[in-house]
């Protein structure tokens, strides 16, 4: 089978959908079938590279930008921008046009933290439910993603298929060479996180539970394994709680060194509310570190308590999570967590995951024999959708809470 997948986001970017996009196309290949990523073009990415087919920003191309690739199957992993291109194609040749939703937008919970992108949220939902309603196959990473879309409006069936994991690789950590390299204690404990940086995904909140359970438990360690704009911020709260000391923040890590750091830590630490899924929690759990996580769309997924972690109520407090790690740490349970948190994520191998989404891809196919909807149905939704995020562009907003809500981050003054 041919698959042509269009992304906003793709490398040298990094992030969930990121990371998704090139694991399915990297897997699918494996499985003997051809698969080409449409993409923007980035400063610094080659000028050719296999299986990357990367569109000068902001052009609109027509139906010959494939060139002789014909596939068999479109996927895209946003409603708009490129993934409007990626709707026209599919309708203009009566191609089977399957929609992942990586990002939910417009939620209830993120009012506050979204609202300087509360027009632009609201028309992406608007055209994220009608993009699927007009697709031969919608996917959702998790159940309370798809209950969550179902409720906003899709029609359909949704398939519940979240991006795998290569759990081989990351139980086979060595957190003991990790720790000699980056000076921390064989016999400390070791609350850690790995991933991004950024409001988002509550860095802020997340280093102020770490860094008092510290301020109680002199001989812990905390590792934050990321970069972003919250970085300035977690390391001073840190410094203010009198624990900066203890506190080891390495920025981005090399691919090689990532199951290491997981192997390194005694407990994975996530605050996010807002993931669709989490591909680092199943990444700590492969290495058998258990969780503590909110209970949120992504983790209560993913593992129930006690099958790899703790989850608590969205809305405790940083002492909450504090007095959780606390407990842990000093847990007579926590090797049973580790057993459970290594069986649990066996469930999301990416070889398993990549062989139920060609079953989707079969589904789509016959029902694109059916027939499929004009190649301009959503156009006025998709011109409504760019028009926003024109604004918000021109507004100066976070290039990095742009990109978390699988917008490219160009500057006005590119376009």
């Known amino acids: ?22 694991t399915f196309a990297e897997d699918l290949r494996g499985l003997g079938h051809d698969v080409l990523v449409v993409t923007w073009q980035q400063e610094g990415t080659p000028a050719s590279e296999r299986g990357i087919l990367r569109l000068p920003f902001p052009s609109q191309p027509e139906d010959g930008i494939l060139g002789d690739f014909a596939p068999d199957a479109i996927h895209a992993h946003q409603p ?23 990002t939910l937008h417009a939620r209830p919970e993120d009012r506050v933290a979204l609202s ?11 055209l994220a439910i009608a993009c699927s309603n007009h697709s031969h196959a919608v996917i959702a990473p998790t159940g309370s993603i798809a209950s969550i879309l179902k409720s906003q409006g899709i029609r359909g069936d949704i398939s519940i298929l979240p991006t ?24 400390a404990f070791v609350v ?19 860094s008092t359970f510290l301020s109680g438990s002199p001989q812990a360690r905390a590792l934050f394994c990321g970069e972003g704009e919250s970085a300035g911020d977690v390391r001073t709260r840190f410094a203010e709680a009198g624990v900066e000391d203890r506190l080891a923040l390495l920025g981005e890590l090399p691919d090689a060194e990532v199951p290491d750091a997981y192997a390194a830590m005694d407990l ?14 199943l990444e700590a759990m492969a290495a058998g570190t258990p969780v503590l996580a909110l209970r949120a769309t992504g983790p209560q997924d993913l593992f129930p308590d006690d099958h790899g972690g703790r989850l608590l109520d969205p809305d405790a407090p940083p002492a909450a999570f504090a007095a959780a790690i606390a407990e842990l740490a000093t847990s007579s349970v926590r090797a049973s967590l580790s057993a459970a948190a290594r069986r649990r994520a066996a469930a999301f191998d990416r070889g398993r995951c990549a ?26 939704l998709q011109a409504k959708v760019e028009r926003e995020w024109d604004r918000v562009l021109r507004s100066g907003a976070s290039p990095a809470l742009l990109h978390s809500r699988g917008f490219p981050s160009v500057k006005a003054a590119e376009r």
């Open 268 to 281: 994975f630490a996530f605050a996010s509310l807002t993931d669709t899924q989490g591909l680092v929690l």
């Open 164 to 187: 795998g994991i290569d759990t081989k690789a990351f139980s086979r950590g060595d957190g003991s060479s990790f720790r000699r390299r980056h000076d921390l204690p064989s016999n």
């Open 355 to 380: 062989r139920e989404l060609l079953s989707i891809y079969e589904k789509a196919l016959a029902r694109a024999r059916h027939g499929g909807p004009p190649a301009d149905v959503l156009a006025p």
């Open 116 to 126: 300087a992108l509360a027009p632009l949220e609201e028309t992406a939902k608007d």
């Open 192 to 210: 850690g996180h790995l991933g991004r940086l950024v409001p988002a995904k509550r860095a802020v909140y997340l280093a102020e539970a770490v």
């Open 80 to 102: 708009f921008l490129i993934g409007a291109l990626a709707f026209r194609l599919a309708a203009s040749r009566g191609l089977p046009f399957v929609h992942t939703h990586h």
């Open 1 to 22: 089978m041919k698959i042509a997948m269009f992304t906003n986001l793709f490398a040298p970017l990094v992030g969930g959908t990121e990371r998704s996009v090139a």
